[in-house]
Every structure is written in structure tokens, then in C-alpha cells.
């Protein structure tokens, strides 16, 4: 069981990237799927979540607005769009998967490696 994580980089602010999270092991079908980043040296902190049907999705106020997050079943991949993009949204994101809903950051099953969002003038 894999989760991989990608499309990080470094952004000036107002830039745009599009995070993707591809499973492997697994059918994400059946799992609610997070993104958590990680600022340097403060604690995780959950973004968003998506519904097994890609019908409802939950974003934290921080992020709302400007970043969408969505899934592909058929290619067990989870993306997320991010605009807009500030210095303080510079993190490591990981994506995770969980059968279960949990409001914000969770015990998650699977875990993603992570990719690194930076933005910088």
C-alpha cells in the first residue's frame, strides 16, 4: 500500500500549483482522502477532505477559496489545486486516506511521503 505524493516546487506568491497523490496497493474509491501540511517547524495541520464520491469536500478557512481539492477513482489518483498562493503556505503536504470521516486531522490509515510547497519572492 502506497501513497505518492507530487508536483511541489517553489512559487512566487499568487502562484498556482496542483499537488497530486497517486495510490497504489489500494482502491481509494472506498476512503475518505486528506491533504495535512506541515509548515518548518510547527505541527501538521489538516487542509482539506474529499468524499469517496467527489461530492463533498471540506477545506480549512486558511486554505478556503483558493485551493480545490478533487479525485480521479478510475486513476486512484487525489489532487489539489492550489491558487493564490502565500509564503504561509509554505509546507510539506502530504496526501492520507481513511475509511472513516474525521472533522480535520485524523488517525489516517495510509500516509502519503509528502511534497514540498514552497513560496518565496
Known amino acids: 500500500v502506497q501513497l505518492q505524493a507530487s508536483g511541489g516546487g517553489s512559487v512566487q506568491p499568487g502562484g498556482s500549483l496542483r499537488l497530486s497523490c497517486v495510490a497504489s496497493?489500494?482502491?481509494?474509491?472506498?476512503?475518505?482522502m486528506y491533504w495535512v501540511r506541515q509548515a518548518p517547524g510547527k505541527a501538521q495541520r489538516w487542509v482539506s477532505s474529499?468524499?469517496?464520491?467527489?461530492?463533498?469536500?471540506y477545506y480549512a478557512d486558511s486554505v478556503k477559496g483558493r485551493f480545490t481539492i478533487s479525485r480521479d477513482n478510475a486513476k486512484n489518483t487525489l489532487y489539489l489545486q492550489m491558487n493564490s498562493l502565500k509564503p504561509e503556505d509554505t509546507a510539506l503536504y502530504y496526501c492520507?486516506?481513511?475509511?472513516?470521516?474525521?472533522?480535520?486531522?485524523?488517525?489516517?490509515?495510509?500516509w502519503g511521503q509528502g511534497t514540498l510547497v514552497t513560496i518565496s519572492s
Open positions: 492520507a486516506a481513511d475509511r472513516q470521516f474525521y472533522d480535520a486531522w485524523g488517525p489516517y490509515d495510509y
Open positions: 496497493g489500494f482502491r481509494i474509491s472506498s476512503y475518505w
Open positions: 474529499i468524499n469517496t464520491g467527489n461530492t463533498t469536500t
